[in-house]
């Protein structure tokens, strides 16, 4: 199972990004899919995620301003990023939790992540 990320890059301040990312490979379902966050110096946080269903959580930081959304039948997952703040930049990482079908087991996976920087 593979996860590609894409959609970062550089944005003013205000501005909006979008992210996408695709999970390939011997899947049976994907339970959880999130995006994470890893900022210089700072530990990697959790910004959003959604479950199969469609419920989302959202770090207090990113409420009301990022959406995070889930297309099933392509195993992917979005990050929609409006009101782009300098503090949100960070390297952004996808990750899905992935039955695989020949196993049937749960493994947790992340894409290669995806630079967002936003200039003030």
């Known amino acids: 199972v593979q996860l590609q990320a894409s959609g970062g890059g550089l944005v003013q301040a205000g501005g909006s990004l979008s992210l996408s990312c695709a999970a390939s490979g011997v899947i049976y379902r994907i339970n959880t899919m999130a995006w994470y966050r890893q900022a210089p110096g700072k530990q990697r946080e959790l910004v959003a995620g959604?479950?199969?269903?469609?419920?989302?959580n959202y770090a207090d930081s990113v409420r009301g301003r990022f959406t995070i959304s889930r297309d099933n039948a392509k195993n992917t997952v979005y990050l929609q990023m409006n009101s782009l703040k300098p503090e949100d930049t960070a390297v952004y990482y996808c990750?899905?939790?992935?039955?695989?079908?020949?196993?049937?087991?749960?493994?947790?996976?992340w894409g290669q992540g995806t630079q967002v920087t936003v200039s003030s």
């Open positions: 990750n899905a939790d992935v039955q695989d079908s020949r196993s049937y087991n749960f493994n947790d996976y």
């Open positions: 959604i479950i199969r269903g469609g419920s989302t």
